[in-house]
């Protein structure tokens, strides 16, 4: 998989590429990633992204050129057509159908956004499709691109050990996950439960089963009626 990411703060994607799966992940190379900061596409001496809105109001729009231009640099890189996606909470909501769908490609651009918005003739001729992680607003697209990126790296062959597979997640199959236990079997008067501890592998996946479900019709009754209908 290769990555594309266009940002301001390229720096802050040391986040994936320092520590844990997705620092391994690049290390085993089971994808690449390359970060393009606007400000290297500009041509004045302020090196100037973003401008004032149009209409007035708070705050400033990340302007289309330095963006188009960074893009177009992208596509140039590659033979790969990238899908370019755009990270904002006016986009998609982000599921782990989703994720599975996307992790098929091989080639994502991700645009991390700033300030108050884009341009939106950037948006209407260069994005595929806007992503949204969650209903709620932080400052820039990086952190967003970045959740979905790991959502992406975890699931590539060869990412998780044979020990840590994807299909156990929990969405994997619709429903939350079930509790998890270690040692020691009593810590503070509380027990592991018995089930856990007796090796039967078909009454431990039974139980598992049926914490899943349960745990799925407490917390997120939502999820269930999909997973009943098949979904
Ligand atoms: N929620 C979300 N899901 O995806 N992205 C978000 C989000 O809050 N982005 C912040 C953001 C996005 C674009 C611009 Cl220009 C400025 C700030």
């Given at each position: 998989m290769r990555f594309d990411v266009i940002t301001l703060f390229p720096e802050m994607f040391g986040a994936l590429t320092e520590s844990?799966?997705?620092?391994?992940?690049?290390?085993?190379?089971?994808?690449?990633?390359?970060?393009?900061?606007?400000?290297?596409f500009t041509h004045?001496?302020?090196k100037t992204v973003d401008d004032r809105p149009y209409g007035g109001g708070p705050g400033m729009v990340m302007m289309y050129q330095p963006l188009k231009d960074s893009v177009d640099a992208i596509r140039q890189a590659q033979t790969t057509k990238p899908h370019v996606i755009y990270l904002s909470?006016?986009?998609?909501?982000?599921?782990?159908e989703k994720v599975a769908q996307l992790a098929q490609l091989d080639s994502i651009t991700l645009l991390c956004g700033r300030y108050e918005g884009i341009d939106e003739r950037l948006l209407q001729t260069e994005v595929d499709e806007e992503i949204c992680?969650?209903?709620?607003?932080?400052?820039?697209?990086?952190?967003?691109?970045?959740?979905?990126?790991?959502?992406?790296?975890?699931?590539?062959?060869g990412a998780l050990g044979h020990d840590q597979s994807a299909e156990?997640?929990?969405?994997?199959?619709?429903?939350?996950?079930?509790?998890?236990?270690?040692r020691p079997e009593e810590v503070n008067g509380m027990r592991v439960p018995e089930v856990l501890l007796q090796g039967n592998h078909a009454k431990i996946d039974a139980w598992r089963h049926q914490q899943k479900l349960l745990r799925t019709e407490q917390r997120r009754p939502d999820l269930l009626a999909r997973y009943q209908d098949g979904e």
């Open positions: 844990g799966v997705s620092r391994r992940a690049l290390q085993k190379q089971l994808y690449s990633l390359n970060t393009w900061n606007p400000r290297e004045d001496r302020h909470p006016q986009g998609q909501p982000l599921t782990q992680i969650g209903d709620f607003v932080v400052s820039g697209g990086e952190l967003p691109a970045m959740m979905l990126m790991d959502s992406l790296i975890r699931l590539l062959p156990q997640d929990s969405f994997s199959d619709g429903l939350l996950d079930c509790p998890h236990y270690t």
